[in-house]
């Protein structure tokens, strides 16, 4: 009894084992995919700021036509745009970098891990 005992003790430990090492796999998983719908956003964002630059350039076409005064206007906010679009670029490529180094730390933890457990189950 005594040792059926024991053996239900490690059975357990073991499972709790597993159990830690799922969670500390679904941690990163899910870090990740709310980075993922952040840049799905962001991209979103991108285009519909691209959408309203080409907007904004018929407009400023027309209004060559017509008027030479609000021209300046429009430029200027033609500028803005650009400028938000490049900082929208730049946030963008950070947020892939975060990325792509959070899914590096998620590969080196599972294999640090699987490294612990095969070292536990040797011993």
Do not use: C, G, Y
Not at 54 to 77: E, K, T, Y
């Amino acid at each position: 009894p005594r040792l059926l005992l024991l053996l239900l003790l490690l059975l357990l430990l073991l499972l709790l084992l597993l159990l830690l090492l799922l969670l500390l796999l679904l941690l990163p998983l899910l870090l990740l995919l709310l980075l993922l719908l952040l840049l799905l956003l962001l991209l979103l964002l991108l285009v519909l700021l691209l959408l309203l630059l080409l907007l904004l350039l018929l407009l400023l076409l027309l209004l060559l036509l017509l008027r030479p005064r609000l021209l300046l206007l429009l430029l200027l906010l033609l500028v803005l745009l650009l400028l938000l679009l490049l900082l929208l670029l730049r946030v963008l490529l950070l947020l892939l970098l975060l990325l792509l180094l959070m899914m590096m730390i998620m590969m080196m933890m599972t294999m640090m891990m699987v490294k612990i457990m095969m070292v536990k189950m040797i011993m």
